[in-house]
C-alpha cells in the first residue's frame, strides 16, 4: 500500500527554517508561454489578494477568517505553513523539486522515467472538494493497476464547458476536477498502461484520462506536480486553420472568489502535505 502520507514533520521543518522561499535552488520556465517561476514578490501579492478575498466573503465563518489571519501574518520570522498560503505553497513546490531533482540523480538506476497524468472521473453526487479522498482513490488506482513506484501531486482545477455553440445537454456541468501528475519509472509505466487505460475510461469531460510522455529531464514536469496555483479550465471551440470545423481546446482563467474560497478549504482540510503522493518511496529516501 502506497505510503499514507510522506513525513509531513520533515517539510514542515525545512519550510520553519526558511527553505524554498527565496530564489535559490533549481529553475525551470513553465506553460504554455514558458515563464519563469513565481518569485517571492509575486505570491506576496497573491497571499495579500487572497486575505483580502477571504476576509470580505468570510461572512461569519470563523475559519475562514481564522485561515485568513494566519495567511496575514506568514512572514520571514514566521511562516503559516498553512497549505493554502501562497508563499508557503510556492515554498513547498521549490522544495519537492529540489528533493526529487537530488533523488532522480541519486537513483539513476530506477530511470529513465515518464511522466504519467492521471483524471479519474468526477464521483457522481460528490459536492464537496475532497483532496483526501481523491488521494485515496488514486492510490488505490495506482494499486490495483500494479504501479510499484512514482513521485506524485494532486492537482485541482474547476472545469467548465465554454462551448457556447452546443446545446446545453452537449456540454458538461461545471465540476472541480483533482488530477494526478508526475513521474513513474518508463518500464513500469510501459506495463501497467494498458490497464490503467482501461480502468479510466474516457468521458465527454475528459477525453483522455490517462497520459504518459517521456521524461525528458524538464523541472517544469516536477515543478507541475506541486503547483500552488489553479486555475479554472473552460473548454472551448476554436476555429483553426484549414480545418472545415472548429475544434476543441481550453483556456484558463483566474477562479472566482467562490471557487477560491472552496479551493482554500478543501487544502486547509487536505494538509501541508496532503497533495503529496509518494509511491514506493518514503521521504527519508528521497529527502
Ligand atoms: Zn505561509
Not at 112 to 127: H, N
Not at 217 to 245: E, W
Request: hydrophobic share 40%; charged share 30%; with cysteine.
Amino acid at each position: 500500500m502506497p505510503a499514507k502520507r510522506v513525513a509531513a514533520r520533515r517539510l514542515r521543518a525545512m519550510l520553519r527554517r526558511g527553505q524554498g522561499y527565496g530564489i535559490k535552488g533549481p529553475n525551470w520556465r513553465q506553460g504554455r508561454d514558458k515563464r519563469p517561476p513565481t518569485r517571492p514578490r509575486d505570491v506576496k501579492a497573491a497571499a495579500r489578494k487572497l486575505v483580502k478575498r477571504l476576509r470580505k466573503h468570510a461572512g461569519d465563518d470563523p475559519e475562514l477568517l481564522r485561515i485568513a489571519t494566519a495567511l496575514s501574518r506568514c512572514n520571514r520570522l514566521h511562516r503559516c505553513l498553512h497549505p493554502a498560503c501562497p508563499q508557503c505553497g510556492r515554498a513547498l513546490q521549490r522544495l519537492m523539486v529540489r528533493i526529487i531533482v537530488r533523488f532522480l540523480r541519486a537513483h539513476a538506476y530506477l530511470g529513465p522515467w515518464r511522466v504519467l497524468s492521471i483524471i479519474l472521473p468526477v464521483r457522481p453526487g460528490a459536492t464537496e472538494i475532497d483532496l483526501v479522498e481523491a488521494w485515496d482513490r488514486y492510490a488505490a488506482l495506482l494499486q490495483e493497476a500494479g504501479l510499484t513506484r512514482g513521485v506524485f501531486g494532486l492537482d485541482l482545477s474547476f472545469n467548465e464547458d465554454d462551448r457556447r455553440s452546443l446545446p446545453d445537454a452537449d456540454r458538461f456541468e461545471p465540476h472541480p476536477c483533482v488530477h494526478l501528475y508526475g513521474l513513474a519509472p518508463a518500464a513500469e509505466v510501459g506495463a501497467v498502461l494498458p490497464r490503467l487505460k482501461r480502468l479510466v475510461p474516457a468521458t465527454d469531460a475528459v477525453r483522455r484520462p490517462v497520459r504518459s510522455t517521456p521524461f525528458d529531464g524538464d523541472l517544469a514536469a516536477v515543478a507541475y506536480s506541486f503547483k500552488p496555483d489553479f486555475v479554472r479550465r473552460q473548454t472551448i471551440l476554436q476555429d483553426k486553420q484549414g480545418r472545415a470545423n472548429p475544434v476543441r481546446n481550453t483556456r484558463d482563467r483566474p477562479l472566482t472568489v467562490e471557487q477560491q474560497i472552496r479551493l482554500v478549504q478543501a487544502l486547509d482540510r487536505a494538509g501541508l502535505n496532503g497533495r503529496i503522493m509518494l509511491l514506493g518511496l518514503s521521504m527519508e529516501a528521497i529527502a
